[in-house]
């Protein structure tokens, strides 16, 4: 001990307590444990996990409701409205704000004329599930809107959307097609162009409290409308041929037809109809008939018959020495390729001209001039012609038709094809063929639409399938049909026209045997000498007999519709403005019909499945004489000396001509000389 009192060596300094500081350093390192996981968790869920509880957070306060865009009109090429998009009232309920669900099921089943009880658990089931918003019934009419309106509940909420609406019904149906509960196309161009009318939707969000009661709502996208669209088809034009292909086929007894009018040198698709049709306001029903909604003039192919004579001939114009006043030997009515005879039925000829034997229709007389041709070259321009491929309209399912590979032709597949068998094509595909011969020999693409939205649809560059000197004695020669063969019911007053008729036997797939009836065509264009329209008409499963043959119900179709839409379109006349004379009928002993219905199928596939024609006899008239190698100036001094009325076209020496030298000008006929320089 010292002097100032005990020391005792090894104790602690005053007020020092080790177990308590241990305590404490404990606590303080839980406390900052305890910090540090929760600025960890702080971080976490206001960084990591930010994105994932806005968006509950936003699905618990907000309501985002699409905002349908309107959908694009369709014009025809004047801007007559086809198809539009209508202003309606949609209603909805907010479910959070009923009161008693079964009071407003009876309201609303009441004045919307709904399902009480469906209603009623639609309505209990969204509000014990906390919903904000429920569609009640979409596109109400006018009235029913307003009457709901003036109750001005604050849990019925309205919604402006669209109606598509077809002003015209049932024109242009199978162009135009229709559209679904939502606004979608089904049909038509409506389904092809779809995206594009569409345009975009726009979102409205909608602002709630923690009861899903609406606070706000603000337009979050602006929808955009669609494109609109300005088609080629001219509807008084679509009309006519409608209503005359509609009156066709009833009278005939067919099951279907369709009909197609074409500008030969841009392609522009002036009406495109198929019968039987549909309104497209309506949505389909029972009664409906089954093809009703087929387009006939696109998707539905068929044998073509006689009118494909045109495009044999025109091949031999370009691959072989044979011309239009070149003598075909029609072997009397028949002729026999490996073992089979195939006859001309009711009549038949010797020598006539390349040109009669379209003008008569002769099915021997295009067999022989296939021959001439050969199948290589025949199917090289039967393709250059476009058929095999489709036209690339944009309508959805368009058929491409059927032309089989050479390397699957048959020993007798050039006597069919020369004829228009073992083929098949659309009328579409037809009329594009058909002005090849109509525009100087060029094939062109159909054009449908001609504007979409704010971009012009410019005219494709063609493709050349024919010389022009070929293409202008085919006119010749398919004038000769009207004039003087099988065609004498497309005459036209006041202009020329050209065509061709074929009636072609339509094949049982149950049977497997070729039937009595028909598919009935005419081909033509108007005026012979420079071409405004192409028009190709079939109908469908005619009955035998004159009366469903193509001369007799195909081409007064022909007729009716060309000249409704050459007075549209104001073209010139070419001829004097007098009624044309038709025969009243065609004469029965005259019809060429080559009777396969009964036989076995492979047997009609090895021996060729012949057209049918009427067959008028020629008229007589002064003969033509050969301006062939003559200058212009030559011809119009022969011409004027001797009366002759003459059309001259081009430069240099006369190379082409039609009719034939050595045939007779029919009363009212011009000859047409086309020149060219060596």
Known sequence: MTAGGWEEEGRPEEGRNPEVERRLAWVAGGVLLWAAILLITLLWLQVVEHGRYLRVARRQQELLVRVPAPRGSIFDR???????????????????????????????????????????????????????????????PFEQAQRLKTLQYDWIEFRGESQRHYPKGALAAHLLGSVDHRERGNAGVERALDSELQGRHGAERLFTDVQRRGIESTLSEEPRQGA???????????????????????ASGANSGSAVVMNPHDGDVLALASYPSYDPNQPPSAREEASARFNHAVSVPFEPGSVFKVFTLAAALETTNLRPETPIHCGNGTITLFGRTIREAKRGFGWIPMTTVLAKSS??????????????KLYDY????????KTAIPLPAESAGLLRKLSRWGKTSLGSVAMGHEISSTTLQLARACSVVANGGLLVKPRFILK?????????????????????????????????????????????????????????????????????????????????????????????????????????????????????????????????????????????????????????????????????EASSGPQVPNFQGMTKRAVIEEAALTGLPVVVDGSGLARAQAPAAGSYLAPGQKIRVLFASR
Request: charged fraction near 20%; glycine fraction near 10%.
């Open 78 to 140: 004047n801007g007559q409205p086809l198809a539009m998009s209508v202003p309606m009232q949609s209603v909805a309920v907010n479910p959070a704000k009923l009161q008693d669900p079964a009071v407003a099921a009876d309201l609303l089943a009441r004045l919307l004329e709904l399902d009480r009880d469906a209603l009623y658990a639609r309505l209990s089931w969204a509000r014990s599930r906390g919903r904000g918003f429920l569609w009640i019934k979409r596109k109400i």
């Open 382 to 389: 039967v393709r250059l012609f476009g058929f095999g491929e």
């Open 452 to 616: 979409r939205g704010a971009e012009e649809i410019p005219v494709e560059t063609p493709r050349r399938a024919l010389r022009p000197e070929t293409a202008i004695l085919m006119r010749g020669m398919m004038e000769d049909v009207v004039l003087n063969g099988t065609g004498t019911r497309a005459r036209l007053q006041g202009y020329s026209s050209g065509g061709k008729t074929g009636s072609a036997q339509i094949f049982d797939l149950a049977s497997r045997r070729y039937t009595h009836t028909y598919n009935a065509s005419f081909m033509g264009f108007a005026p012979v000498g420079n071409p405004a329209i192409v028009v190709v008409v079939t109908l469908n499963g005619t009955q035998g007999g004159s009366a469903g043959f193509g001369g007799a119900v195909a081409a007064p179709v022909f007729r009716t519709i060309a000249q409704e839409a050459l007075r549209v379109l104001d073209t010139p006349k070419d001829l004097p403005d007098e009624p044309p004379k038709v025969l009243s009928a065609p004469p029965v002993e005259d019809l060429a019909i080559a009777d396969l219905a009964g036989e076995d199928a492979t047997q009609v596939a090895e021996a060729l499945s012949p057209a049918i024609e009427s067959q008028p």
């Open 363 to 376: 099915n021997v007389g295009a067999i022989q001039i296939g021959m001439r041709v050969g199948p290589a």
């Open 228 to 250: 609109d669209l300005r088609l080629a088809i001219d509807e008084r034009i679509q009309f006519a041929a409608e209503r005359d292909l509609g009156a066709a086929v009833e």
